[in-house]
Each structure stands twice: as structure tokens, then as C-alpha cells.
């Protein structure tokens, strides 16, 4: 008789179906391509927002400094990238050297010695969803054989982010129908939470490298700052839409609306079963210490400075910025000069002095944001 088969096989890819982040997903990957083509020194993924035109750097796993963290531009303006969009085909650059350095993506991936770079394009359902580069430290190392490979393992790492991108819509659509389902009419409207989403991944841009943000925590930022309110749901309607200043009382009602959204977003995670899932930490974050103050004057826990997350410290800024900013039905709307006067003023005892700076900076960019989410009508008033 023969001995038993012994089976040595083990799963190659088996960190995938890990609960990680997409970054850690795309390191591991790229460990596994370096097992076979050591000359990939960098694997980077962009992702593109049809709506604003917007190619953001994603995630990246390279060997040495990471030439492009934080960067992002139009599409239109991004030249070469939107050729290959165009084109709808990968493309071999086999010298990077040898290119003209218009841009600022291959200049800084020239003065970091990447030579060789292979870009492919990313779909879903026939939308560009955004980009993976290979790139490489030697020239000339892309040929028709090794192609195919790269291909399959771009697909891999789309399908990775794509699902990532998924569950945030599933959340964020099954936080929508909560609130229509809980009889509010929203009090906040929809142009609100796109400024919110807005302003916070300007912050955290402007803050990253301070603070040492990637730009998966600096997208993941751009997501969920939207639901930093979810707990009003759990607050009566006289309240919310109270169009006169709170009673003491009131206001304590008021005031668990933070942890109410740190409930409602536990109780919804597990429903989706994503609680392990990488966001459900900052998510819960937000919405539980966005109105934490870093004096530690704050509710609802008086955490103070530093041991307030980041991710609620940014979006705190946005919050106050755009709720002064626009009426409310307890308030008329401030100028932008007069808001950003008072964050000033507030950077001493209750905002991240950092974050308020990085606004106040961009009044452009803040301006630019506020036109292309303009309110289409009035907060609903009182009935
Ligand atoms: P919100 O309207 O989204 O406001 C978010 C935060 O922006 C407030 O958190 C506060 O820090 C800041 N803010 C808003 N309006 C003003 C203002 O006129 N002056 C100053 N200095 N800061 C302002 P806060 O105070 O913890 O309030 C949380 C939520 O409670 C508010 O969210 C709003 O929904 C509600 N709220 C607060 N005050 C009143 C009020 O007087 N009447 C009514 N009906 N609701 C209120
Ligand atoms: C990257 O190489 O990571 C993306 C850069 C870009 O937006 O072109
Ligand atoms: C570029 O797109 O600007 C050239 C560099 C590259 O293809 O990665
Ligand atoms: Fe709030
Ligand atoms: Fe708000």
C-alpha cells in the first residue's frame, strides 16, 4: 500500500477573506507578487468620482517612501490617465525617464526612482471606478508574457475596493430608509451631509501628514462623515425642529442623540454582519464623539484633547462650520467670514486648533464646495 497523499497545499491568497482594511489586503498582495515578479516595487490604486471628476489616491503598498500619498486632481486634467480612460486599455510605460514630466504624478515618481510603470484602468458595470499602477524601480520590465498577470490581480484588488465601496452604500442607504421610517422628516437636508462630506476630507487632507492619515482613513473620513447625526432619529420631532433655543431639559434629550448613533450604527453592523469590518470602529466614532470638546467640556463622555479620535475631530469642525453657515431652524445663516472668525475662537477650548487652521486656509476651496451643493430648498419648517 501506498502511503497516504500528503497534501502541503495551503491557500495562497487565504489573508484576503480576512476582516483588514483594503491597504492591508493590497500589501499581502503585494507580497505575493513580489514572490514571482520581485521588480514591482509599488502597487498603487487611485479611485475616481464621476460626479466631481475627482481621481483620489486610495491605498498604496511600496517599497521605500510612498511617492504620492494624498493627491488627487480632475480626471480631465490628469493627461496621460485620462488618454487611458479614453482609450479604455491598459498602458506600459517601460521608461518613465523618458516621458515629459507635465505632471506632477510622474514627476514625483521620477525624483523617486520608479522607471518602469504598467496602468490599468478599473470598471463596474461600465463605469470607470478608478486606477491600479505597478510600478517598478527598472526599466524595461514589462513585456506581453507578464501582462495577463498583472490584469488578473488588478481585477482582484477593484473587486476589493469595489466591495468596500458597496457596504458603505448598503449602510448609508439602510441609515437613509431608518430615518424616513422613523416619521422625521429629515431636519438636516441632503446638500448638508454632501458640504459635510466635503469639508471633513478637506481637513483631513490638509491634516494627514501632521497626524499621520493614510488615504484609506482620509476617503473612509469622506464616507461617514455624513452620519454623524444618525442618533437624532431616536430624538422627538419637537425638538429637533424646536425653531427657538432648547430648554436645559431639552437639551439633555438633545444630547444623547451621540450615543443613540453609536447604538444605531452597532445594531446595524451587526445586521450586516460588517462589525469587525474595518470602518465599524469610525464610524461609531463619529457619530458617538463629534460634539466631545478638547477641553474635555464635551458630551457625551468629556473625553478631552488627544484622546478624542481624529476622525471626530475633523468632522466636528465641518458640523459647526456648516450648521453656522446655513439656517437652521433655531438660526439664520452666518457669512463664511463670520464662521470661520468664530471656529477661530473656538480652536481654543473646543476644536483641534490643526483642523480649524486647514479650513480657515481654503476659504476657496470651501467656497467652491458650498456652490456645488447648494441647498435646493429651505430646511422644512415647523408644521
Ligand atoms: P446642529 O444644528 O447640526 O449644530 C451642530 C453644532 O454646531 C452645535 O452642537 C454647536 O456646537 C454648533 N452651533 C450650531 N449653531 C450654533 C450657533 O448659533 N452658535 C454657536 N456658537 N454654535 C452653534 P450642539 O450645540 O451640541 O447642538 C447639537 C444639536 O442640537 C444641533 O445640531 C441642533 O440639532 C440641536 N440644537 C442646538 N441648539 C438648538 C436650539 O437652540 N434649538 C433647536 N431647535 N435645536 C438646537
Ligand atoms: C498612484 O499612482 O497611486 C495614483 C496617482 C494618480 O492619481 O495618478
Ligand atoms: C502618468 O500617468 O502621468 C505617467 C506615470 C504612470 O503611468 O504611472
Ligand atoms: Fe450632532
Ligand atoms: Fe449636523
Known sequence: MSAPLEIQHHDLLDALNKKTSVSDKIAFLHRVVRQHCAFIHR???????????????????TEGENPLGNY?????????LYQIFLDGQPRVVNDIAAMPSAREHTRRLQAFGFRASYTIPTYLDDSLTGFVFFNSRFPDVFDESSLPYFDMIARLI?????????????LYGALKMAT????????????????????????????????????????????????????????????????????TDEFEVMKTHATRGR????????????????????????????????????????????????????VAVADVFDALTSTRCYKPAWSNEEAFEALRGMAAWKLDRLCVDALCRHAGKVREIQDLFQDSHEPPERD
Open 43 to 61: 502597487i498603487g490604486v487611485a479611485v475616481y468620482d464621476q460626479r466631481t471628476d475627482t481621481l483620489k489616491t486610495f491605498a498604496h503598498s
Open 72 to 80: 488627487q486632481c480632475k480626471l480631465r486634467e490628469a493627461r496621460a
Open 158 to 170: 477593484s473587486l476589493l475596493v469595489s466591495v468596500e465601496l458597496q457596504q458603505v452604500r448598503t
Open 180 to 247: 424616513s421610517f422613523s416619521g422625521h422628516k429629515d431636519p438636516e437636508t441632503g446638500e448638508h451631509l454632501d458640504r459635510m462630506a466635503h469639508f471633513s476630507r478637506l481637513i483631513a487632507n490638509e491634516v494627514a501628514p501632521h497626524y499621520g492619515l493614510s488615504d484609506e482613513f482620509v476617503e473612509s473620513i469622506y464616507w461617514f462623515a455624513p452620519m454623524h447625526d444618525v442618533g437624532k432619529i431616536a430624538i422627538p420631532d419637537h425638538i429637533i425642529r424646536k425653531p427657538a433655543k432648547l430648554s
Open 263 to 314: 447604538e444605531i450604527i452597532n445594531s446595524m453592523l451587526g445586521n450586516f454582519n460588517l462589525d469587525r469590518s474595518g470602518m465599524a470602529r469610525m464610524i461609531g466614532n463619529i457619530a458617538e464623539y463629534h460634539h466631545e470638546n478638547m477641553d474635555g467640556s464635551g458630551y457625551p463622555c468629556g473625553l478631552r484633547g488627544d484622546d478624542i479620535p481624529i476622525e471626530a475631530r475633523i
